[in-house]
């Protein structure tokens, strides 16, 4: 899942090797907090928040075998 949401984000933003991507896991969730380079938060949420949620839809769909919610953190 980590390498997924870096394949999504990297094309968005101007400094890639800024991507970072954490793993918190829960009882009943797994938690992925992505971080990027300052200039490049805006790109990756978007206009009113449309590629933030687009990236967090894809995420969800490839992580509903689990029985566990995930959740995607944009810092």
Avoid at 18 to 35: M, Q
Avoid at 67 to 75: A, E, Q
């Amino acid at each position: 899942m980590k390498a997924l949401i870096e394949t999504i984000v990297t094309p968005l933003v101007d400094y890639p090797e800024d991507i970072v991507v954490a793993v918190n896991e829960e009882e009943h969730k797994i938690v992925y907090h992505l971080t990027v380079n300052a200039d490049d938060v805006g790109k990756v949420i978007g206009k009113n928040g449309r590629i933030a949620k687009a990236v967090r839809t894809v995420v969800y769909a490839a992580g509903s075998d689990t029985k566990k919610r995930i959740y995607l953190d944009i810092m």
